[in-house]
C-alpha cells in the first residue's frame, strides 16, 4: 500500500479549461464552471440515464477542481502559518502536534482526494453501463445476467453482453481500453487491498502509460483529468449506439425527443 499511496503526490493542473473568470484565485466561479461541460454532454433525445450521468460527472468535476483549489491553499496556508509559529510559540509540544498536523495533511490530503475522484467517476460508468444493459435488455425480452460472463471485470461483462448478445458496438480504441483498465485496476486496488502494495504488473502498465519524472509514477491531477476524458468519451459514445438503437428498434425519426425512464 506504501506504493499506491505513492503515486498519489501532489502536482498542479498543467493544462486546465479555459474559462472567463474575474474570481479570485481560491474560487471559482460558479457559473463559468456550471455552463461548461468539457467532459459529456446529453443529446436532445432525452433519456433520465444519460441525464443523470451527465449530471453527476459535471459535479464530480466541479467538486475535484473546487477540492484541488482549496487544497492547494490550505496547505500553502499551513505551510506558511508553521513557519511563524517556530518563532511565536515557545512550547516545543504544541508546535510539535501543530507540525504533526501539517505534515499529515501534507501527506494525504492529495492521495485522498483523488482516490476518492476515482472511485466515484469509476462507480459512475459501472452504473451507467448497468443501467443502459438493463434498459437494452428489456427492449431485446432478456436478462442481463443469464449473459454476462462473470470472470470478466464488470465494465467488460456489460460491454460484450451489449455487442453480443444485443448487436451493440461500443467503439473503444485499445489505447483507451488500457488505460480505462489501469484507472479499474488502481480503483479495485485502493478498494479492496488497502494494506497491501500495488501489484508489480499495474506497476509495469502505468510506467508504459504515463509519464516517468525521477524515475517515479504518479497518479496527480493530470491522471484524473485524463480518467474524465477517458470514460466521458466512452460514454458520449454510448449514448449514440444507444440512439441508434432505439431508432432501428422502433423507427424513431431524429429531431422527436422521447423520454425514457429506468424503471
Not at 504544541?94 to 483523488?114: I, K, T, V, W
Not at 502498465?205 to 517515479?216: G, I, Q, R, S, V
Request: aromatic share 14%.
Amino acid at each position: 500500500m506504501v506504493y499506491l499511496f505513492s503515486l498519489f503526490k501532489k502536482e498542479k493542473i498543467e493544462k486546465e479549461i479555459e474559462k472567463d473568470c474575474n474570481c479570485d484565485k481560491d474560487f471559482i466561479d460558479p457559473y463559468s464552471y456550471c455552463i461548461v461541460n468539457p467532459y459529456f454532454k446529453s443529446s436532445e433525445n432525452f433519456s433520465k440515464l444519460f441525464s443523470d450521468f451527465e449530471n453527476r460527472i459535471s459535479s464530480l468535476q466541479r467538486y475535484f477542481e473546487t477540492n484541488q483549489i482549496h487544497i492547494e491553499n490550505y496547505l500553502k496556508f499551513s505551510k506558511e502559518e508553521l513557519n511563524i509559529k517556530k518563532k511565536e510559540i515557545k512550547n516545543q509540544k504544541e508546535l510539535a502536534a501543530y507540525g504533526r498536523c501539517y505534515f499529515s495533511d501534507e501527506e494525504y490530503f492529495y492521495e485522498m482526494h483523488y482516490l476518492s475522484v476515482i472511485l466515484m467517476i469509476f462507480s459512475l460508468f459501472e452504473t451507467l453501463l448497468s443501467d443502459v444493459s438493463v434498459d437494452i435488455a428489456k427492449s431485446e425480452n432478456k436478462w442481463v445476467e443469464d449473459h454476462m460472463d462473470k470472470s470478466l471485470p464488470y465494465i467488460k461483462r456489460y460491454l460484450n453482453f451489449l455487442e453480443k448478445e444485443c448487436n451493440i458496438k461500443i467503439p473503444i480504441s485499445e489505447d483507451e481500453g488500457r488505460k480505462l483498465d489501469i484507472i479499474r485496476k488502481i480503483r479495485n486496488n485502493y478498494l479492496h487491498s488497502l494494506e497491501k502494495d500495488i501489484p508489480e504488473e499495474i506497476q509495469e502498465e502505468l510506467k508504459k502509460l504515463m509519464d516517468l519524472e525521477d524515475n517515479k509514477i504518479k497518479v496527480n491531477a493530470d491522471f484524473i483529468l485524463m480518467a474524465f476524458q477517458i470514460i466521458g468519451g466512452i460514454a458520449q459514445r454510448l449514448e449514440n449506439s444507444y440512439w441508434e438503437y432505439k431508432k432501428n428498434k422502433y423507427k424513431i425519426k431524429w429531431g422527436l425527443v422521447l423520454i425514457f425512464y429506468f424503471n
